[in-house]
Every structure is written in structure tokens, then in C-alpha cells.
């Protein structure tokens, strides 16, 4: 156990390395959000949505911390481990004296730091540009704490189980990226959910990305603000219990789907 | 019991007979070569070694254990080069070997290991800019920087320079001088030749020789051509005695024998003639299940 968490905090910092020194990877998961972010929030910074001196940059930036937990597990994940097993560097760890369990942990963490320095500079540009306040009482802080862990927990496993469906490491982006935008769309992080047609809201009530943008607004915007919210509540009851459910369904399919080999090897 | 035992070892996949029957043994410190055609079975015996595919039938023990049910402790103490690999890249030479050598409980010093391989002015590069054979050494440093008992080199020099591949080879000799079991596959019969002490060839699935270098297919005893040239015209005779032959000659034509050459079956043509009498084997095969 000590040995596998050892190797596991090892791994954690060559996949830090990795995430970060790999352009693609460092635009694509982890400066996008800021990027859009800079762009939404300018283009609509004085944009009200419908209630009292909440602006769309406001909301806008809650759905993009919500979106930087599915841009960092899910989407990073889902993408990376594919090119792993392309380019043999699954074989290589399955070949070292390297318990397995460390692999996943190396993941988990490395998914955990880039998350936490993606809210921090969201954060800060939010605070410095678009008048952002830090969640107030130590509730907010609490339940921003606790989605972030489920959201991340769910779509870390979510990721690895989905990193059997692309057949190859080339093409993965372009299965993963569009999911993760329809999702986007339909979850309330580009227009504010309660506007869209009832039909998205039932779709995107499947999935954990428009639970982490409700949960987020929750967090960052004023309390009154759930006026706009579906049916006038922020519904954080419901929020855990999706996210849990997602998070055992993720860890039963990791489980059970996860290849270390590429297809048609065994 | 030797390092590598395997006796009778089969692996088919779906409709493909990888391994047919594979038998051989690696005593501790010999360098055991597989030699063979694309898709003969090499790789798929190694890698059923290895642990990373499970054999049909037969036994195959590597420090004792079966592989398929080798543990932490039985992968510590072997070092593996896969074929060319292209992971990594975004690492330098010295970040990949330092972090390697963290899975090992006692692992060779990085920088040694670096110089080992030639690498030292390459250290700080990336590993995605490296030459194809400078690439190539990364993967066997990483292959050794666990003090491995056991050695696996699957097509180690692919991409080398002659140069570079002598370099290889006097470090590979250095291993096997402290007792290190090499099992290595190969295209390039001088590098057989040159580290082997035995060479098995594998031809669709089958040990069709297993000798040492010298004497595989028997040709140690296989007789000489002269030739030499008489009379305007190319004369050849195969013969057990060639001295005895030359120094007729020497005697006919009173001193130097014009043109004369002595001549015996390369390991290049004692090995092309081993699976070529394997019924032309190795073209149907290619592009197996490999």
C-alpha cells in the first residue's frame, strides 16, 4: 500500500510534466476556460439575465468552472489515455514493477492540481474584470468544495472508462470534444439554462455537467439569484445525489472496461 | 534451473498459429538469440515471457515463475526494450531515465546509465527530437536502469549507425560480464553473431535450429568451396581437406594460385537456407498476429 501510493505521488508529478509540456493538452483542457472566459465575458459583460445586477460574465463564469471539471478529467482523460496506449506507454507500465492502482492515482492527482490552478486563475480574472465576488460564509465554500470533489471523482472515471471508445489515439479528440460541447450547450454555460427549450433542460438533467453549473451558481452568485433557477431552488439535493450516481457508474466502469492493450491485442 | 526455461510453448490467436512449438533454455549470464522472419513467432514469445500474453499450452518459467502470474517483486528484477516505441516524448532523456529508475528498489545511477547508452549530450533534450537511434538507446536505458537479472531486447539497434551499434554491443557485453541473461530478438545476423552464445532460429512457430553461432546448421562442418581460376576460365571445388586442395594448387601452378578464394557458408546463408527449407514459410506468414 505505502509502495503503491509512493509510486502513485511519483507519477503524479511526471503526469503534471506531461499535462503541462504538452501544447495541445495545455490549450485544449486547461487555457480554454480562460480564453472563453476573456472573450464571453467582454463581448456580454453588461448583459443582465433576469435578475437584479447579475450579468451574464457572472453566470458565465460559474458554467466555466463547472466546465474546467469536465475539461480537466473527462475531456483530458478521455483523450490522453487513448494516445497512451497508441504510443506504448501503457505497455511500458504494464511492464515495470509499477502496482496498477498507482497509475490511476497519478492520474486522479494530476487532474486534481490542474483543476485547482484552473479555478484559481479563473478566479482572479473574474475578480479583477468582471466583478466577481468570492463565495461569502463558510456553506459556500463548503458546497463548492464538495461538487468540486464529486464532479471531479465522477468525470475522472467517466474519462478513464470512456478512453476504451476512441480507436485510436489520433482521432480521440474528435469523438471526446464534441460531447463535451453538446453538454456545454445544453447544461446552461453558454445561455442560461432555464431559457432553453424544456427538451435540453431533460436532456442535460442526465448528466453532471448542468448539476456542476447550478451547484457553481449556487456558489458564486447572489442568493436571490435562484429565482432563475429551474423551479426557484438550487436544488443541491439533487446535485449530490447525480453526481454519486454518476461516480459509482464511472468507478464500475473503469473497472470492468479499462484496457491496457490496445484493441485486437490481448 | 536456468533463468529462462520454456518447453513446448503454443499461442494461436484467432486464425493464425503464432507459436506452433517453442522450446529453449537461457542459462544465467548467456545471451540467447532469436532469430527469424516477420510474424515467425519471436515477439509473441517474448512477450508470452514477458507477461504480457498468455500461452496455449506448454511451460514457460522466467526466474522461476510463470509469468502470467508474476508479481511486483519478480517484475522488479527484469528489464524490458519492447519494440520501437514513441511515448515520452515530452520528457527529457534525464527526467525519463531518473523516473524510471523510481520503480526499482535498486536502481543503476541515472547518469551512468545515460553515459552508458551515449546519450550524455542528449540529456537535456526532449525525448521527441531525439534521432530514431538515439531514441532507441533511451528505451534501452530504460530497459536497464533497474539492474535487471533478466534482460529482454526486442530488436534492440533498429535505426543504429555501425558505429553506434558497436557502442551497443560492448555495452551489452558489459551486462552479460555481470552476469545479466539476455534474451535477444533480431534482424541483423552480426549482431547474433556477434553477442549471441546460442542462437535459436524460429520459423512459423518452430525452433528450426538451435546451436551457437558457429556451429548452426552445422556449419562448422559444412566443406569449404576453393576457387580459383585455370586456363581462363572460373574453376570451384567443394572439399573437407581445403589446405590440402590449396597446397596441391600451390604445387600446380608453381607458387601463387591465380583468383583463389576459400569459402564458407555465412551465418547470412546458413540462415537463409534454414527457413527457406522450412517451406518457403516466412512470405504467408508475414503480417500475422504479431
Redesign the interface.
Known amino acids: 500500500m505505502n509502495?503503491t501510493l509512493a509510486?502513485g505521488r511519483?507519477r503524479i508529478g511526471?503526469e503534471l510534466?506531461?499535462f503541462f509540456?504538452?501544447r495541445e493538452s495545455a490549450i485544449f483542457n486547461f487555457m480554454l476556460p480562460m480564453i472563453l472566459l476573456i472573450i464571453f465575458g467582454s463581448v456580454f459583460a453588461n448583459q443582465q439575465i433576469g435578475f437584479e445586477d447579475v450579468t451574464f460574465s457572472q453566470y458565465f463564469l460559474a458554467g466555466m468552472i463547472a466546465s474546467g471539471i469536465l475539461y480537466t478529467s473527462f475531456q483530458n482523460l478521455a483523450i490522453a489515455i487513448p494516445m497512451?496506449r497508441d504510443?506504448?506507454?501503457l505497455?511500458?507500465l504494464?511492464?515495470?514493477?509499477?502496482?496498477k492502482a498507482s497509475y490511476f492515482i497519478g492520474k486522479a492527482g494530476m487532474v486534481f492540481v490542474a483543476y485547482v490552478a484552473q479555478v484559481i486563475i479563473l478566479l482572479i480574472v473574474g475578480i479583477l474584470f468582471f466583478g466577481i465576488d468570492l463565495p461569502s460564509g463558510g456553506f459556500k465554500w463548503f458546497t463548492f468544495a464538495w461538487v468540486s470533489i464529486l464532479g471531479l471523482a465522477s468525470c475522472t472515471l467517466l474519462g478513464i472508462a470512456f478512453s476504451v471508445v476512441p480507436k485510436q489515439g489520433k482521432g480521440a479528440s474528435a469523438i471526446v470534444a464534441p460531447i463535451v460541447l453538446v453538454l456545454q450547450f445544453t447544461s446552461g454555460v453558454f445561455f442560461v439554462f432555464t431559457e432553453l427549450p424544456s427538451w435540453m433542460q431533460t436532456f442535460a438533467s442526465f448528466f453532471p455537467l448542468r448539476w456542476l453549473t447550478q451547484a457553481m451558481r449556487f456558489v458564486f452568485l447572489p442568493d436571490g439569484a435562484q429565482v432563475i433557477e429551474a423551479g426557484g431552488e438550487w436544488q443541491l439535493g439533487l446535485a449530490a445525489l447525480v453526481l454519486v450516481t454518476w461516480t459509482v457508474i464511472g468507478f464500475v466502469l473503469a473497472l470492468t472496461v479499462f484496457r491496457w492493450?490496445p484493441r485486437?491485442e490481448? | 534451473m536456468e533463468p529462462i526455461e520454456v518447453e513446448h510453448l503454443r499461442k494461436a490467436y484467432a486464425d493464425v498459429v503464432a507459436v506452433a512449438d517453442v522450446s529453449f533454455t537461457v542459462a544465467a549470464g548467456e545471451c540467447l538469440a532469436l532469430l527469424g522472419p516477420n510474424g515467425a513467432g519471436k515477439t509473441t514469445t517474448t512477450e508470452i515471457l514477458e507477461g504480457y500474453r498468455r500461452a496455449d499450452s506448454g511451460t514457460a518459467r522466467v526466474l522461476g515463475v510463470d509469468p502470467a502470474t508474476g508479481g511486483m517483486d519478480w517484475r522488479a528484477r527484469l528489464g524490458i526494450v519492447l519494440q520501437a516505441d514513441r511515448d515520452l516524448g515530452d520528457l527529457t532523456v534525464r527526467e525519463a531515465v531518473q523516473h524510471f529508475a523510481g520503480y526499482f528498489p535498486h536502481p543503476r545511477d541515472p547518469d551512468d546509465v545515460i553515459a552508458a547508452v551515449g546519450l550524455q549530450a542528449k540529456a537535456k533534450s526532449r525525448n521527441g527530437k531525439l534521432s530514431g537511434g538515439q531514441r532507441r538507446r533511451l528505451d534501452v536505458a530504460l530497459g536497464i536502469i533497474g539492474r535487471p537479472e533478466v534482460l529482454f531486447l526486442d530488436e534492440p539497434t533498429t535505426g543504429f549507425d555501425p558505429a553506434a551499434r558497436r557502442e551497443f554491443w560492448d555495452l551489452i557485453a558489459g551486462l552479460k560480464s555481470e552476469g545479466t541473461t539476455i534474451l535477444l530478438t533480431t534482424h541483423y545476423l552480426e549482431e547474433a553473431e556477434h553477442l549471441a552464445d546460442r542462437v535459436a532460429v524460429i520459423a512459423r512457430g518452430r525452433v528450426v535450429a538451435y546451436d551457437t553461432p558457429a556451429n548452426l546448421g552445422n556449419r562448422s562442418q559444412a566443406r569449404a568451396v576453393v576457387m580459383w581460376e585455370e586456363s581462363g576460365s572460373d574453376r570451384s571445388e567443394a572439399t573437407d581437406e581445403p589446405t590440402r586442395l590449396i597446397a596441391e594448387l600451390a604445387t600446380r601452378f608453381n607458387g601463387e594460385v591465380p583468383g583463389l578464394q576459400v569459402h564458407r557458408p555465412s551465418l547470412e546463408e546458413t540462415y537463409l537456407s534454414l527457413i527457406a527449407s522450412d517451406g518457403a514459410a516466412h512470405q504467408d506468414v508475414e503480417g500475422g498476429a504479431m
Do not use: F, V, Y
Not at chain 1, 504494464?94 to 502496482?99: K, Q, T, V
Open positions: 509502495r509510486i511519483r511526471i510534466l506531461q509540456r504538452d497512451e504510443d506504448s506507454t505497455k511500458r504494464a511492464g515495470l514493477p509499477m502496482p492493450s485486437g490481448k
